[in-house]
């Protein structure tokens, strides 16, 4: 079985324009994450569905920010407009619906806002 | 709130060393505690995992032991190996929760 998958792996891009991250869960998976890593503040999360609905979204910085699940096999992180501060990297990770199932992570999108 | 402390890295190991990371953590009730690693270029994957006091996760030569009483979930490996280089992160999941709270990670380092 495919795992879940991110795409773009890296994306550079100039302050000031739009990034759209992108990512399919595993199938079958009705939870999904999404992660930002960076060096200073490790990992942390920004928002999660469950079943496609936004479920907590408090770990999002600002508006700047906005995650859609249109339906159980993608979900996209919109950063309008990026800042160099939001260069970091970017996971995805999905699960069953059950409070003690584990996390299956995406390889991740590495963001670099000049 | 609840939260997750580990040891600073980066650690630094000969092959066939034993290791030991530390994880405290601080949270109410009874949460189920976790190690997840991260290999090079990857995502993060669960190594173990123990839901309830005194319980001992285990997996490709890694334990670590719910201790209630230290609030602690220290991993420990007998002999590292080369391939054991990675990212190793400690996290909780509250009682009925679905939320992951991660510590900052340790990366270690084995040299042959």
């Known amino acids: 079985d495919a795992g879940v998958i991110q795409s773009p792996r890296h994306e550079v891009t100039e302050m000031g324009q739009e990034v759209t991250l992108r990512c399919k869960p595993i199938s079958g998976h009705n939870s999904l994450f999404w992660y930002r890593q960076t060096m200073m503040r490790g990992l942390e999360l920004l928002i999660y569905?469950?079943?496609?609905?936004?479920?907590?979204d408090s770990g999002m910085p600002e508006d700047r920010f906005s995650a859609k699940m249109p339906n159980a096999s993608f979900s996209t992180l919109k950063i309008q407009p990026s800042e160099p501060r939001d260069s970091a990297v970017y996971f995805c990770?999905?699960?069953?619906?059950?409070?003690?199932?584990?996390?299956?992570f995406g390889s991740g999108t590495q963001l670099s806002v000049l | 709130g609840n939260s997750v402390t580990q040891m600073e890295g980066p650690v630094t190991l000969s092959e066939e060393a034993f290791l030991t990371i530390n994880c405290t953590y601080t949270?109410?009730?009874?949460?189920?505690l976790f190690w997840y690693v991260q290999y090079p270029g990857e995502g993060l994957q669960l190594l173990l995992k123990a839901t309830k006091a005194d319980d001992k996760g285990s997996n490709k030569g890694f334990e670590a032991t719910y201790r209630k009483e230290t609030t602690s979930f220290h991993l420990e490996k007998g002999s590292v190996q080369v391939s054991d280089s990675a990212v190793y992160f400690c996290a909780l999941r509250s009682q009925g929760a679905q939320k992951l709270v991660f510590g900052q990670g340790t990366r270690l380092t084995i040299n042959p």
């Open positions: 569905f469950n079943n496609n609905v936004p479920i907590d």
């Open positions: 990770a999905s699960s069953r619906l059950q409070t003690n199932e584990k996390l299956f």
């Open positions: 949270a109410t009730g009874y949460p189920s």
